[in-house]
C-alpha cells in the first residue's frame, strides 16, 4: 500500500449483530415466533475503522476472527469499504464474534456480546503484524486506534510500539471496563462517553473532572455527551466543549464510535484538535439521522454539507 498522509491502524474487536424484532421478549422458557430478522456488522473496532474510511482515510484493521463464515463475511466487508485487512487472522475452531440482540415494540433492546475469536488476540500477534506494515515514521501511518472489546494485552502492544514510533494513540474505554495503568500511560487521547469517564474517575463529567484526570493521567480526554456535545481537555490548557449538531435523530446506535473514527481521521490528515472534534461530532451526529450502525455512516460530501472542516488525504513519497 502506498504511503499517504491520513493513514490510521486500528487494533480492536470486529462482531456480527444478529437482530431479532419481536412484540415482546420471552418469560423464561418461553417461545415466540419474532417479527423480523437482520444481519449486519459491527463490533466497536470495525464500526470505527468503516468511519474513518468513508472519509477517505487509509485504513488497517488488526485483530482476530473465526475460521468461519461470518469471519469471512467480515473481511469481505472491509473491502467493499477499502479497510485493508491483512491484519486479520483466523483462529481455528474459534467462533467469530457475535452480537445476538432482540428489540421490542417499544425500541427496547437486550444484547448480549460473544467475543469469540475476539478474545483470541494476544500481544505477540498485535507486534508481529505491525512489524509486518513497517509501522514506523515512514510508514504514513500516524494515529493508531482502539478500544476494549479485545484483550487489553493487545492494545497494550500495539500502543507501545506507536509511541516508540512517534504516533498518536486514541483509546475508546468502551465498553466500560477498568484500564490497566500501564495502557493509559501509553494513552494519548482518552474518548469516553459519560458513564465510562465516571466509572474510570468516580465522578460525573465536568469541566474540573476533566481537568483533573487529563493532568494525573498524563493523557488528554474527550468526553462525548451526547445530545450535550463533547468536553475536551489536556491538562494544559483551559478545558472547552464543542456543541452537538441539531439533526433529526433517528437511532443512535454506533454514533460514539463514528465519532472516534471521525476524530482520528481528523487527526491523522494534520487537523488541529478543535477542527478533529468538530469532524467527529459532525460524522456522530450524522449518523443518528439513519437506523443502523455502519450503513448509517456518513460520507466525506455528507459531513462537508454540514459546514464543518474536512480532512485532505494527500500521496506522499
Keep these: 500500500?502506498?504511503?499517504?498522509?491520513?493513514?490510521?491502524?486500528?487494533?480492536?474487536?470486529?462482531?456480527?449483530?444478529q437482530i431479532a424484532t419481536c412484540?415482546?421478549?420471552?418469560?423464561?422458557?418461553?417461545?415466540?415466533?419474532?417479527?423480523?430478522?437482520?444481519?449486519?456488522?459491527?463490533?466497536?473496532?470495525?464500526?470505527?475503522?468503516?468511519?474513518?474510511?468513508?472519509?477517505?482515510?487509509?485504513?488497517?484493521?488488526?485483530?482476530?476472527?473465526?475460521?468461519?463464515?461470518?469471519?469471512?463475511?467480515?473481511?469481505?466487508?472491509?473491502?467493499?469499504?477499502?479497510?485493508?485487512v491483512a491484519g486479520i487472522g483466523m483462529s481455528p475452531g474459534m467462533p467469530s464474534g457475535v452480537a445476538p440482540i432482540w428489540v421490542d415494540r417499544n425500541g427496547t433492546n437486550r444484547i448480549l456480546v460473544v467475543a469469540g475469536a475476539n478474545d483470541d488476540l494476544t500481544g505477540a500477534m498485535v507486534k508481529q503484524r505491525l512489524d509486518a506494515m513497517r509501522l514506523n515514521a515512514t510508514s504514513g501511518v500516524s494515529v493508531v486506534v482502539a478500544q476494549l472489546e479485545t484483550p487489553q494485552e493487545a492494545t497494550l502492544a500495539a500502543f507501545r510500539l506507536a509511541r516508540d514510533r512517534g504516533m498518536i494513540t486514541v483509546l475508546n474505554p468502551a465498553p466500560a471496563t477498568q484500564i490497566g495503568a500501564e495502557l493509559i500511560g501509553a494513552t494519548d487521547w482518552l474518548i469516553p462517553n459519560e458513564t465510562e469517564f465516571e466509572l474510570l474517575v468516580g465522578c460525573p463529567p465536568s469541566e474540573e473532572a476533566a481537568v483533573t484526570w487529563a493532568r494525573t493521567s498524563g493523557c488528554g480526554v474527550v468526553i462525548t455527551l451526547g445530545g450535550e456535545g463533547v468536553l475536551v481537555a489536556d491538562g494544559a490548557n483551559p478545558p472547552w466543549r464543542q456543541p452537538a449538531h441539531a439533526v433529526d435523530v433517528v437511532d443512535t446506535t454506533g454514533a460514539g464510535d463514528a465519532f472516534v473514527g471521525g476524530f482520528a481521521a481528523g487527526m491523522s490528515s494534520g487537523m488541529s484538535l478543535k477542527d478533529a472534534v468538530t469532524l467527529g461530532g459532525a460524522c456522530g451526529a450524522l449518523s443518528t439521522t439513519r437506523p443502523g450502525t455502519q450503513v448509517s455512516y456518513p460520507t466525506l460530501d455528507e459531513v462537508s454539507g454540514l459546514g464543518v472542516p474536512t480532512p485532505q488525504f494527500s500521496k506522499g513519497s
Excluded: C
Excluded at 3 to 14: A, D, E, L, P
Design 1 to 17: 500500500m502506498d504511503n499517504q498522509k491520513g493513514s490510521i491502524v486500528v487494533v480492536g474487536s470486529m462482531n456480527v449483530d
Design 23 to 84: 412484540d415482546r421478549f420471552p418469560q423464561d422458557g418461553e417461545t415466540l415466533m419474532g417479527i423480523s430478522y437482520a444481519q449486519g456488522f459491527g463490533g466497536k473496532g470495525a464500526n470505527q475503522a468503516v468511519m474513518a474510511a468513508r472519509l477517505g482515510a487509509d485504513v488497517r484493521f488488526v485483530g482476530q476472527v473465526g475460521d468461519d463464515d461470518l469471519g469471512q463475511a467480515t473481511i469481505e466487508n472491509f473491502r467493499a469499504h477499502s479497510v485493508d
